[in-house]
């Protein structure tokens, strides 16, 4: 994962200075290639935190291509919808990571309960 974000810090500082449209397609070939990472070696302990983390990616991949949209089209009500649209895609990335989280933190504690019952009970 820190790979990833030392790449992305690379691509944003030295493409950002040439061209919008270069640094967003970049980044987009980078997230293509995480997202096969994360479909081959599933780097999560669950097949549930590996799924969210996939979705993350897609939806955030959704979000860049509709940047490069709007890169190349005038129409600013396109613009003003597809940046709804990715507003709407990043409150449910927002969404389905606190659940994710609520529920790993309440079957981990769920798990610990058990432990320390079973611990007393010796």
Same mark, same amino acid.
């Given at each position: 994962?820190?790979?990833?974000? /030392?790449? *992305?810090?690379? /691509?944003?500082? *030295? %493409?950002? +200075? *040439?061209? #919008? #449209?270069?640094?967003? $397609?970049?980044?987009?070939?980078?997230?293509?290639?995480?997202?096969?990472?994360?479909?081959?070696?599933?780097?999560?302990?669950? +097949?549930? #935190?590996?799924?969210?983390?996939?979705? $993350?990616?897609?939806?955030?991949?959704? =979000?860049? !291509?509709?940047?490069? !949209? =709007?890169?190349?089209?005038?129409?600013?009500?396109?613009?003003?919808?597809? #940046?709804?649209? $990715?507003?709407?895609? /990043? @409150?449910?990335?927002?969404? %389905? =990571? @606190?659940?994710?989280? !609520?529920?790993? $933190?309440?079957?981990?504690?769920? &798990?610990?309960? &058990?432990?320390?019952?079973?611990?007393?009970?010796?």
């Amino acid at each position: 994962m820190l790979v990833r974000r /030392i790449i *992305f810090a690379i /691509i944003t500082a *030295f %493409a950002g +200075n *040439f061209d #919008g #449209g270069l640094t967003v $397609s970049l980044v987009v070939i980078e997230m293509f290639l995480f997202s096969f990472y994360l479909i081959t070696v599933k780097p999560q302990e669950t +097949n549930l #935190g590996n799924r969210v983390e996939l979705i $993350s990616e897609v939806l955030l991949l959704y =979000c860049f !291509f509709g940047i490069m !949209f =709007c890169l190349t089209v005038d129409d600013p009500k396109k613009q003003y919808k597809v #940046g709804w649209l $990715s507003v709407s895609a /990043i @409150i449910t990335l927002v969404l %389905a =990571c @606190i659940s994710y989280l !609520f529920s790993d $933190s309440v079957s981990r504690l769920l &798990k610990w309960i &058990k432990i320390k019952l079973l611990i007393r009970r010796r």
